[in-house]
């Protein structure tokens, strides 16, 4: 009965020790960054879109989860000025040819799977969703104790975003945008 108590004790001790080293760190959405680069023939755009929410997940110091609220109506052009198109490029980007914020507010990315692929580096699989489409998406992120930082593209297409895409329409020709987009998220928590 003795060696039973000891046994009990000890695994309290051991459940209490791996649960006190599980922690969610909530983003802070107003330090954290989304940048976009879209590529066209002729050129590109660059801007930011808003975190509205997001936590990271660790456990022993290490990445387990995670997953975030992208705001899409905070979507902003930023290589253009005010009066020289930018307004006219963000309400294109709202649209529903593009993002289609009146019906689809928010994006959403949900971590799968972390594998560590160095001491502060770790490759993630995430499931994606954009205007209410989900799909798989792979990225390296890199933290410190209180960042977290990733570059990745995304397909544009996967998600019925279609407008001036070469893939689908062959003979636009210098006004064809490419597929891909590129976001460079930093992350503040």
Known sequence: ???FKTIAIALLVAVTTLTATAQDKKINAAKSTITWVGKKVTGQH???VGIKDGVLSFKGGKVTGGNFTVDMNSIAVTDLKAGEGKEKLEGHLKAEDFFGTDKFATSKLVFKSVKAKSANVYTVTADLTIKGITKPVTFDLNTTKNTATTKFNIDRTKYGIKYN?????ETIGDKAIYDEFELTVNLQF
């Open 46 to 48: 660059e801007g930011t």
């Open 165 to 169: 895409s070469k893939s689908f329409f």
């Open 1 to 3: 009965m003795k060696n």
